[in-house]
Each structure stands twice: as C-alpha cells, then as structure tokens.
C-alpha cells in the first residue's frame, strides 16, 4: 500500500515518518505564520529519511484565525491556537494531491492530547476515512498514534534525539515563541523524554 504522510515538520508528525517511513510527505502552505520553521523541520527529516517530499501551497490566510493566523480566535475557538476546521481543510487538500499519485492511505500525526479539538479525536478520524473513502479513488485516512502520548510515539518510533530536535512546534512564528501552546508542549515532552530543559522548537 502506498502511504502518504502530512508532515507539519513538528514533533509528532516527524516521529511518524521516522517510524513508518511513508513513500511520500506531503508539508501544506494554507497560511499560517509558522510555514518556514515547519518546512525547514520537514525538508530536514525527509532528506535524512529519503522520504518523497511534497509541497502544496494554497493561501486559505483569509479564513483563518487564532495564532496560527495572527488573528484573534473566532468565538468558537475551545483554544487560542484553534484554526476553523484545520485538519479537515487539510487531509482534503492532501487527498486531492495523492489521488492523482496512486496514493491509496493518508496518514495524519494526531496524538491522544489533540482529543481536546474534535478534529483530533478518533471518531473524527473514522469520519473523515468514512468520507474520503467513500468517493471516488477509495482513499483511506488513519491516524496510528491516536491512542498514544507525544512521548509514547516518540518511544515507539526510536527516532534519535538529534533528529527530532529538528522539531518545529510553534504556533505563531518560524522560530520558537516560546510561549504558545505548541511551544509548552514542546518543552514539556522534552523534558518528560530527557529529563531536562531544552530549546523549544
């Protein structure tokens, strides 16, 4: 089966491709601030992997909000980083890509903590594989970390340390605010894997 991995260049998603070595990355330019840092982790991971990397860029800056954007979160927002309907804008974005690449599985990063977006839950999952699969190529979507901690997939993929501090986690800016929410969880696996401080990414 061909696999296809949306590769956000942070923590997660490189450990992913660490572990399951998919043929193709696809890394997506919608808009948002941090792009550059995201791209530099990505590029970085998949030149060391010898992974295929995709770029697509669409601009979608004008319906974006939160951090990500730079833009005050939409009333909705259950957290200041929330972009409106993000992960399914952008497993739309890469299943348009790979069905035109005989890709027959996308693979996203999420973890059990993204469970406090519903985007991030595993009946999320199920629906966009419902959805996707449904129409015409038969494309699947899975998340295989869904049940795990950002440090449990770190553990099970063995990815080295020096490779996934390539990691680029921030939500406002290509390098580290160091006080955003992708920021804190950054620093906080960190120290749970290694037991010290380091550099947020």
């Keep these: 089966m061909k ?4 590769l956000s260049g942070g923590m997660d998603s490189i450990a992913l491709a660490y572990w399951l070595r998919p043929e193709v990355a696809f890394t997506i330019d919608y808009g948002q601030l941090p792009y550059n840092g995201e791209l530099r982790a990505a590029e970085e991971i998949t030149k060391q992997l010898g992974i295929r990397h995709e770029l697509l860029k669409v601009d979608c800056r004008a319906i974006g909000s939160g951090d990500l954007s730079g833009n005050a979160p939409d009333s909705h927002a ?5 972009w409106p309907y993000r992960n399914q804008l ?3 974005l890469c299943a348009a890509k790979a069905i035109t690449m005989g890709i027959e599985e996308i693979i996203i990063g999420s973890v059990a903590s993204d469970g406090f977006h519903k985007d991030g839950t595993p009946q999320f999952i199920q629906l966009m594989n419902d959805l996707v699969s449904y129409q015409e190529g038969n494309l699947r979507v899975s998340a295989p970390a869904i049940a795990m ?18 990691a680029h986690s921030c939500h406002k800016a290509d390098y580290a605010c160091g006080n955003c929410r992708g920021c804190n ?16 990414g």
Excluded: D, F, M
């Design 78 to 82: 259950p957290a200041s980083e929330w």
């Design 3 to 6: 696999r296809a991995l949306l």
């Design 90 to 92: 952008l497993i739309t």
């Design 185 to 200: 969880k950054y620093r906080n696996v960190i120290h749970e894997l290694y037991g010290s401080p380091a550099a947020t």
């Design 149 to 166: 901690t950002s440090a449990e997939l770190v553990k099970q993929s063995q990815i080295p340390e020096e490779l996934l501090l390539w």
